[in-house]
């Protein structure tokens, strides 16, 4: 059964999203500089079609887990700003026509809607009854690869509290957002499944990787 | 002048101290795992008069500051779990005799009292008048060196507020305590006041050093 993974930027003040989200600032106030340590990496230039990046361990980071996953996983906020039903169904998600994913995506609403499918291997579909049976409808459509929440940090928060998740990695940068959502705030005795399996560095980021206790 | 710098362990999550700080459990429920990182350094054995202590990343940082301190600043909870006025005066702080400072020590509190000779050229100082006045009568007794906020993270983040910090070293473990005070919540713009200057990890830990933009 495919495990369950995320991985997540937070700042150094425990955000992983600043401050005033909204449809132009969807990261909150800030909350790109999470994502720095990325964007400079031939792994990111790879999914972006561009050439060149840097290798190293950053690079390691961003590409760990990407020949591994089968499915992913988001919440409703993340997917999109818009609140509600899903109106006249115009919104596809963030990410153009070739969203990044190249997966199915279950995403979590409470608003019924058909599949999206969009370029590249990208579908969207919507899952209106709960977490565990998205988890369930991704490792389905896996096929055993593993399946990767996401985002955003509620959705972390859901699946950390319901003891589903077996992997996961934090990166830290080294900014302070003094404001934003907490990837891992509210998660009671959850921080007790883990143990810490690798801490690594580069000047821009300290990388966490844990992973699930008695798990291989 | 003695710059001011402050030196603390944080968890994942964010936390200084864990929950349920006691007489008997000054850092916290957890709180003492922020601290592993420093316990097996050489300079944490010589700082206990013991043989032995690992090098390396860790105990470069761990030693980093400790020849540049000339004297040091703490919170009245950081003191003693004593409130209020100081009663028959026998506390005399958690450290015993000869407590690790060898400098004056300038505690904040609200209650007047007689200064604390100490072994080993630690005196505490009860500084009455507030967190600006205790900076200065430690910046004459420090005698060009160095000043050290020691904590807690309520007074660091006093001084953080009132932007009198010139550089800080923030180590964070790969502990989620799920709870207890946050070190850097609550600072408001002082947060832009800092610039990266090092970040590096070992197993234990990953070490960010921050320095006020503009100061060498």
Chains 1, 2 share one sequence.
């Not at 005033?20 to 500089?33: E, H, I, K, T, Y």
């Not at 115009?90 to 370029?119: C, I, K, S």
């Amino acid at each position: 059964m495919g495990k369950l993974k995320f991985s997540a930027s937070v700042s150094l003040d425990g955000f992983s999203a600043g401050p005033d989200q909204s449809r132009d600032n969807p990261l909150g106030v800030g909350g790109r500089a999470l994502h720095e340590w990325a964007f400079a990496t031939r792994t990111f230039h790879e999914m972006q079609g561009q050439e060149g990046g840097e290798t190293g361990v950053d690079d390691e980071q961003a590409g760990a887990w990407s020949h591994d996953t089968g499915a992913t996983i988001m919440g409703r906020n993340m997917f999109g700003p818009i609140r509600g039903d899903w109106g006249d169904e115009a919104w596809n998600g963030w990410w153009g026509d070739d969203p990044p994913y190249h997966t199915p995506v279950f995403v979590l609403t409470h608003h019924a809607r058909e599949p999206v499918e969009m370029q590249g291997g990208t579908t969207f579909h919507f899952v209106t009854d709960g977490i565990e049976a998205a988890l369930e409808r991704a490792r389905e459509a896996a096929g055993g690869l593993e399946v990767s929440i996401g985002g955003g940090a509620a959705t972390v928060r859901q699946y950390l509290r319901a003891r589903l998740v077996d992997e996961m990695r934090i990166h830290v940068m080294p900014v302070l957002l003094g404001g934003g959502e907490r990837l891992l705030d509210d998660i009671g005795g959850a921080i007790d499944d883990f143990e810490l399996v690798e801490l690594v560095s580069s000047r821009a980021a300290a990388h966490f990787t844990y992973r699930r206790r008695g798990e291989e």
